[in-house]
């Protein structure tokens, strides 16, 4: 919990280092006291892949689950079969780096990303996970290994994004980005807020709106 600022939350960026900054100083970002949570999915397609990265590794107010996108550079950093993969993705600005600073970079992401957060705030928790909650119980979620299987199914699927609500129990509402739409998609106590490729608009929110969003929500489990 964060009782004296802000909790920011903030879907997919993709290498929109300046967009962010700007997004910040317009919410009136205080740094000295807010904290800003991201999705993943932070580099790849944009101009600034590897400056963003650097900067969210390197600042110790920022957080960031593992998205898709950074998982796929890390298995180039472990395999050159993978880096064609990577940049087929949009991955081209790791053309770039020497062989150290990609190794470095994904050793960094391996160990300060992890694949899921819990949010505590003043209305409920928030879970954080970059695609969508591989389980129905979050409480499942936080108690299951590290594996490859788990880190695909955090990071890839988005089919709780489509067709009926679904609620994910053990948790307030949970929070994702990855799938690249016009408008934030409410299902059941799931949040989606992946807008910024389709509508120009950082999704840059406080945790407690995210929250306040999903309580407002008709729904059979409210």
Known sequence: ANPVGVDWVCGDLHGEFEALQAALSNAEFDTSVDRLFLLGDTIDRGPESRLLLEWVL??????????????MFIAGAEDNRNRYKHRGMGGHWTAGLDETSYKNLAIQC???????MTLECDNGQLGLVHAQSPFDDWRTVQETPFSERFAIECTWPWNRAQGADQHISGITA?????????????RGNQVWIDILAKTGQVPLMPARQVLDRVAAHPSDHQ
């Open 58 to 71: 390197g600042t110790d107010w920022v957080y960031s689950v593992m998205g898709n996108h950074e998982l």
């Open 110 to 116: 391996r160990y300060q990303l992890p694949l899921t």
């Open 174 to 186: 949970v929070v994702s980005g990855h799938i690249g739409t016009a408008e934030v998609i409410l």
